[in-house]
């Protein structure tokens, strides 16, 4: 009686291991084994990372097995399994893998194709087919497209975590819990003890060091002693949290009417104002996107106000690029005035104190939400939606939105909701994110994604003018090696460009994307197919990239620039100055954030800068979706590349008082997940 060995890997996260009943039967290209229970008598099987073997006996050959069918069956009460992979050794010696990992649950069936990697033009046995057909009318109804907000890009529909399929939870909810650890950061921080003068102003600047103290790093100290002077607010601009707003400025707007009068003591070249930007040395940061959105008003005994401010900056002798003019409203007048560095010292510190608040909001509402937890849950839900797990697409991606869906949720549920923790400590709470959001997608376009695209738009792409912009250095690093990965996938799976024009599953991937993802929205130019093998790899490396490298780029330096909370203030408590001379050192206390919104703002920014505890860095890829060699070999040069720029990232930082290190790619987690 022939007999096939199959062994069976639970997976060791928190809960993986069943005492339910599993049956296993193997599909054959000639016949079906037995429904068979997998049942070792006094052992007890599938525990948390256990490894077991079983021997499934058969009437005779059951030819080439296309499909393993697992099921769980309840023994006392439902207990959900993760299985990791099984594999099966034939009467004849072979080994055939079937990568599974996914979680069953209830009573339910799963079917696994071995795994090799095929598109669906490759299928030539009806059951295959069938099965691609079947996976994807079970996710289609699991994963369906909900709006949240009007002119939002689509998200999943689900009211709460719970609500996900399970295979896209968390493994413990509790460790991404918002309201926890944001009193779990509180409580480290050791701010508690202001809290209770929720309304409070601070008697001034030296006093946020009361709360800032608790927890300090290189760069959070340096910033605290450095925060007020010229080169570190510019500095921010190019290596801070949020460094894709400074562009190159080609002529001066009308709306933002600096002359060379004003600043010709600041430049430094003998030229003027005129000259120095026809010569390339003007950068500007226009937070137009802000003007008009609509302050927090959650709290009826505190006013909070917002800025739409302009900034005018200036590449120095010495290549620091240094602020010549604000401007905090968008629309010019004698109630707006032009700030300037010769100007008193309070004036000139609460306009930047503006902008820095204004950038805040920009990055955290557009930089960091929109561009790319939204985005990559856009893509997440897509590939679920149109790509089997058998397509090397899925298996490429997989690992790459791994949480996302999950994060966004519970933000959606706790953090960014109506009332939610947002509302708590930030000015654009009770409303304002939403029109943020709703207006930065009106200028959100594909080919911005695409990073040296986006480095180009804004024409800081030169090194010679801009030597110390690690962000976009890196950046064109880890993009590169990212897409010639990507690219050595693709090539091993599309030998033409005409295979790709074929594949209907990539095709409806991408159209979905476009047309419920993105809905269809014309201004944002997502492409709705794909034609050439490089257009797939772009495509691959845009959804890569923004759920790793740019999230890791904008996400987890908030701790290093935000904690000290005159750099980056959430909220504000007054409003803009309206002539010069109004400003002194109590109206910029009783501007700033009081004490209980500062310490929600420390302990926001902390938690969000903090890794997963089980996190996965960028090339690490412990779930081995892929069996065939090419792409072994392909992943292990990527690894060898990132492991090398994680050596050259080091070396340069040695020593440095403000270090760059977020696009390190071992600092880089593979997904969006906090």
């Not at 819990?177 to 921080?189: G, M, P, R, T």
């Not at 590939?383 to 959606?412: D, E």
């Amino acid at each position: 009686m022939p007999t096939y060995t199959v062994t069976i890997a639970t997976g060791s996260q928190w809960f993986a291991g069943t005492d339910d009943y599993i049956y296993i039967t193997l599909v054959g290209t000639e016949m079906c084994s037995e429904r068979t229970l997998l049942d070792k008598p006094l052992y007890n099987d599938f525990e948390r990372g256990a490894v077991d073997s079983y021997d499934v006996k058969v009437v005779e050959n059951l030819g080439d097995i296309e499909l393993v069918k697992i099921e769980k069956k309840k023994y006392w009460f439902q207990d959900d399994w993760y299985c990791r992979y099984i594999t099966v050794k034939t009467p004849t010696g072979d080994y055939i893998e079937f990568p599974c990992f996914r979680w069953l649950v209830d009573d339910k069936e799963v079917s696994l194709r071995d795994g090799k990697a095929r598109l669906p033009q490759d299928e030539t046995t009806r059951t295959a087919k069938q099965h691609r057909r079947k996976e994807l009318e079970t996710r289609q109804k699991l994963f369906r497209w909900k709006e949240w907000h009007p002119g939002f890009p689509m998200s999943i529909d689900a009211k709460a975590h719970r609500d996900l399929p399970r295979d896209i939870q968390f493994d413990s909810e509790k460790g991404v819990d918002f309201v926890l650890n944001y009193s779990k950061a509180i409580e480290n921080l050791c701010v508690n003890q202001f809290m209770h003068m929720f309304q409070t102003s601070w008697k001034d600047l030296a006093d946020f060091e009361q709360i800032f103290m608790r927890i300090k790093n290189t760069i959070s100290e340096y910033v605290m002693e450095h925060w007020k002077e010229d080169f570190m607010f510019g500095y921010q601009f190019l290596n801070g949290c949020n460094p894709v707003v400074l562009e190159k400025c080609h002529k001066i707007p009308d709306k933002f009417p600096v002359t060379n009068e004003m600043v010709k003591d600041c430049l430094e070249r003998d030229m003027t104002l005129e000259e120095e930007v026809e010569a390339g040395n003007i950068y500007i940061a226009d937070y137009e996107v802000m003007d008009g959105v609509t302050p927090n008003g959650t709290d009826p005994c505190t006013l909070q106000y917002l800025a739409a401010p302009i900034c005018l900056l200036y590449r120095s002798i010495r290549n620091r690029i240094m602020p010549l003019a604000i401007q905090l409203h968008q629309v010019p007048g004698e109630d707006n005035p032009i700030f300037l560095p010769s100007d008193d010292e309070y004036d000139w510190l609460l306009a930047k104190i503006w902008v820095r608040s204004s950038d805040f909001h920009v990055h955290q509402t557009v930089t960091h939400l929109l561009r790319t937890h939204l985005i990559s849950e856009v893509f997440g839900i897509a590939m679920f939606r149109q790509l089997p797990a058998v397509h090397p697409v899925y298996k490429l991606l997989i690992p790459h939105i791994r949480f996302t869906i999950a994060i966004n949720t519970k933000a959606r549920e706790q953090l960014i909701c109506e009332c939610g923790l947002f509302d708590k400590a930030n000015g654009t709470g009770g409303g304002g994110h939403v029109e943020l959001v709703q207006r930065a997608m009106k200028n959100f376009k594909y080919k911005t994604l695409l990073f040296p695209e986006g480095i180009k738009a804004r024409g800081v792409e030169s090194q010679e003018e801009l030597p110390f912009y690690f962000y976009r250095d890196d950046g064109m690093k880890v993009w590169e090696m990212v897409k010639s990965f990507v690219a050595d996938i693709v090539a091993i799976y599309y030998d033409s460009d005409e295979t790709l024009q074929k594949d209907e599953e990539i095709q409806a991937f991408v159209k979905d994307v476009c047309s419920f993802g993105m809905q269809d929205f014309d201004y944002c130019e997502f492409p709705k197919a794909l034609k050439t093998r490089e257009e797939l790899t772009e495509y691959l490396t845009i959804v890569i990239f923004s759920a790793s490298a740019q999230h890791a780029a904008v996400n987890f330096g908030q701790y290093d620039w935000c904690s000290w909370i005159p750099n980056a203030p959430s909220t504000m408590r007054k409003p803009t100055p309206t002539k010069k001379g109004q400003a002194n050192v109590e109206y910029v206390m009783e501007s700033l954030p009081d004490r209980g919104r500062s310490c929600w703002h420390l302990g926001a920014v902390w938690a969000l800068s903090q890794f997963q505890d089980d996190e996965l860095f960028l090339g690490m890829y412990p779930d081995e979706h892929f069996i065939e060699k090419p792409v072994k070999t392909a992943m292990e040069n990527f690894r060898k590349k990132l492991a090398e720029f994680s050596r050259v990232v080091k070396a340069r930082n040695e020593g440095k008082k403000l270090p760059y290190y977020y696009l390190s790619p071992d600092r880089i987690p593979n997904s969006v997940a906090v």
